[in-house]
């Protein structure tokens, strides 16, 4: 069984730059995660989605950053502008349903902000 | 405060066992989580416990649940030097179960 497929792996931008990254979950997954984990610290969930609507979005800073889920499937998320301290690694993860008992996760991109 | 709190590092000799601790803050949590995550590579589950059950175990895995406590431990028998990664503790919260809250994880180094 194919795993979450996040791309790209690295990404280096200036701050103020936009970026966006893709996920793309397990096949059948109705719940999709962006979850972001900055050098040091556990992941932190940014926003999370049931098929293409939005389930939690509070901790996500909606002045800079913005994801969607059109389809059901696949989902962006993009930073405009980037601060430095966005550098992190944004992991997207992706479970059956909403109980979320066994999400699976990406390996993640690593955002570096200069 | 936060809600989950680990000790930073752990490290042991190839062969004993390794005992990873966790406290969480919230009673209402349903379900409680081990994640492994090794350098480069995403969150991989370990295991999990339903917050009604004392104790699990998976092969070399054994996770004590202390809900008087909220102390959440678990144990790797016979440890490998592949068992040298961060191990994250993460508790979800009743109605929203889908919300992780990980602690800052620990990092295990295994000794030949």
């Known amino acids: 069984e194919a795993g979450v497929a996040q791309s790209p792996r690295y990404k280096i931008i200036e701050k103020r730059q936009s970026v966006a990254f893709w996920c793309n979950p397990i096949s059948g997954h109705a719940t999709l995660y962006w979850y972001q984990q900055i050098l040091g610290q556990g992941p932190k969930l940014l926003i999370q989605f049931q098929n293409n609507g939005v389930v939690d979005d509070s901790q996500l800073p909606k002045d800079r950053f913005s994801a969607e889920r059109l389809k059901g499937v696949d989902s962006t998320l993009k930073i405009q502008p980037a601060k430095l301290e966005d550098s992190a690694v944004y992991l997207c993860?992706?479970?059956?349903?909403?109980?979320?008992?066994?999400?699976?996760f990406g390996q993640g991109t690593r955002l570096t902000v200069v | 405060g936060e809600d989950v709190e680990q000790s930073l590092f752990l490290s042991v000799r190839e062969g004993d066992s390794s005992v990873i601790n966790c406290t969480y803050t919230?009673?209402?949590?349903?379900?409680l989580y081990w994640y492994k995550q090794e350098p480069g590579a995403g969150l991989q589950l370990l295991t999990y416990?339903?917050?009604?059950?004392d104790m699990k175990q998976d092969q070399r895995l054994t996770v004590l649940l202390n809900k008087k406590d909220k102390h959440l431990s678990l144990r790797i028998a016979d440890t490998q030097t592949g068992d040298s990664a961060i191990y994250f503790c993460?508790?979800?919260?009743?109605?929203?179960?889908?919300?992780?809250?990980f602690g800052k994880g620990t990092k295990l180094s295994v000794k030949p």
């Open positions: 416990i339903f917050s009604n059950m």
């Open positions: 993860a992706s479970s059956l349903d909403l109980a979320g008992r066994l999400a699976f």
């Open positions: 919230d009673s209402s949590s349903t379900y």
């Open positions: 993460a508790e979800s919260k009743r109605g929203s179960q889908g919300n992780l809250i």
